[in-house]
């Protein structure tokens, strides 16, 4: 079965200070990669995904870059926090190729920036 | 622009009774709708979807309906269990493939 993995869990960052999450999933080849990222009381906004390795897209312009080094591997990442860039940030990925199917999502990382 | 809207922030329902979460839409061409279940400090869970072609689709105590002349989806709950209680959000799929949410619903079952 599939599985993905997302850390870390929480983290505490200060202003201006580089970021860099990953996710991995593992049980299947060539996903579709997404990542999201929720702020309080809001729903999940889509900030990058990517239908394969170094296929990136961006949804809204921001602080934040993403990259995809590896076919099952998803990098979130920064080089100069923000304060805005705080929020609770998720990785999802779903089946590609052309039949539908839902997205699944990780943990989550908790982000703080101080 | 919010393409996706879930207007209840919260509700409150007893134990073994039903529970109803709604979501309204505004794109006509989203062809499939999903509620995703979350608790505090984890990812949302998949709990059902439903394609744009169905009206109704269900799963053990799930029923999502689908009313596209009204833009309009529900989760129906029976019975609703302490458990239940949590986040619930709806999405839609676009024709890129990408979901939209909407801000989610706090259902909260008392025993």
């Known amino acids: 079965s599939q599985t993905i993995h997302q850390w870390p869990a929480t983290l505490v960052q200060p202003v201006g200070s580089p970021l860099s999450l990953e996710c991995t999933v593992e049980?299947?080849?060539?996903?579709?990669l997404y990542w999201y990222r929720q702020a309080a009381g809001r729903g999940l906004q889509l900030l990058f995904y990517?239908?394969?390795?170094?296929?990136i897209s961006s949804e809204v312009p921001q602080n934040l870059s993403a990259s995809r080094p590896q076919d099952r591997q998803f990098i979130l990442s920064s080089k100069k926090l923000l304060l805005s860039d705080s929020g609770f940030y998720l990785c999802?990925?779903?089946?590609?190729?052309?039949?539908?199917?839902?997205?699944?999502f990780g943990d989550g990382t908790r982000l703080s920036i101080l | 622009d919010q393409q996706v809207k879930q207007n209840s922030p919260s509700l409150s329902v007893q134990e073994g009774r039903i529970s109803i979460l709604n979501c309204d839409y505004t794109?006509?061409?989203?062809?499939?709708f999903l509620w995703y279940k979350k608790y505090p400090a984890e990812g949302p869970t998949f709990l059902i979807s439903?394609?744009?072609?169905?009206d109704k689709n269900e799963d053990g105590r799930f029923t999502v309906f689908l009313n596209k002349s009204a833009k309009h989806l529900s989760l129906h709950i029976v019975p609703s269990q302490p458990g239940d209680s949590a986040v619930y959000f709806c999405a839609a799929n676009n024709q890129g493939g990408k979901l939209i949410f909407g801000q989610g619903t706090e259902l909260s079952v008392k025993p």
């Open positions: 990517s239908v394969g390795i170094g296929q």
């Open positions: 439903i394609s744009s072609i169905k």
């Open positions: 794109n006509s061409m989203f062809d499939y």
């Open positions: 049980g299947t080849s060539n996903p579709n």
């Open positions: 999802a990925w779903r089946e590609g190729g052309g039949r539908w199917q839902p997205q699944h």
